[in-house]
């Protein structure tokens, strides 16, 4: 799989296909068997932790929080984060308001793992954190907006559309319809890569791995809509 600097990708499956251990090997909480992985030509394994996650930021499916403040959280990705700059990222990621009507704001406490939260509130915050990494150049989306309604969800994407431009991405992503306009969609199946191309592309292709996960998951959305 070949990922060019300054694009946006997807990378789906059918069901069985661990995706995200592929952000764990690319974040190196795993450390490859066979193969490797290379970062402008250099082999990940060679690079010192430091310099190398400095350029990544990961949003985790989870969404989990550390028992801190709001503003604790956020300013995790980058303490020196002047407060204007916080309060902007968090309106794009559509959990301004929901920050405000807390009794103490951005200084409220989230509990344990951000208990004190909803699953899509906590995915909001991270989503928001990791966008606060300045030094970011490749931004891994694991199941990010898995949480969120669909009309929030397609709010932080546009945002996103703007906010990614000349970055790197990659998205795992279930939900079809929030990948649609990457520009390269990689299928895995097998152990290996299937299909790649445009949402357009791969759905014009009547017999691809992807125009038959894309007629399942429309059936499951009709399905669902009743």
């Known amino acids: 799989m070949k990922i060019e600097p300054g694009t946006t ?4 499956s059918p069901v069985g296909f661990d995706k995200t251990t592929l952000f764990n ?3 190196r909480l795993y450390e490859t068997e066979n193969g490797k992985i290379l970062l402008d030509g250099q082999d990940i394994a060679d690079l010192k932790f430091q310099s190398f996650r400095k ?10 929080l550390f028992n801190d403040t709001i503003i604790g959280n956020l300013k995790y990705s980058d303490p020196d984060a002047e407060m204007w700059d916080v309060i902007d990222v968090c309106k794009k990621c559509q959990i ?5 009507s807390m009794k103490d704001g951005y200084y409220s406490k989230v509990g344990d793992l951000g208990g ?7 995915q909001r915050i991270v989503i928001a954190r990791s966008l606060l990494k300045k030094d970011a150049q490749i931004f891994l989306f694991d199941e990010a907006t898995s949480a969120l309604d669909s009309a929030t969800e397609k709010q932080i994407a546009d945002e996103l559309d703007t906010m990614m431009v000349g970055k790197t991405v990659i998205y795992c ?6 990948i649609k306009n990457v520009q390269r969609i990689h299928v895995l199946s097998d152990g290996k890569v299937e299909e790649t191309g ?12 992807y125009n038959k996960m894309w007629l399942d998951y429309i059936q499951e959305e009709q399905k669902e809509k009743k």
């Not at 990708?9 to 789906?12: E, L, S």
């Not at 301004?96 to 405000?100: E, P, S, V």
């Not at 445009?198 to 791995?209: G, Q, T, Y």
């Open 25 to 27: 090997l690319l974040m």
């Open 96 to 100: 301004h308001d929901k920050i405000m």
């Open 198 to 209: 445009s949402h357009e592309e791969l759905i014009a292709k009547e017999d691809s791995i």
């Open 116 to 122: 004190v939260l909803s699953g899509g509130e906590r």
């Open 55 to 64: 350029y990544i930021a990961m949003v985790p499916q989870s969404g989990n």
């Open 9 to 12: 990708n997807a990378i789906v």
């Open 173 to 178: 992503a279930h939900r079809l319809s929030s």
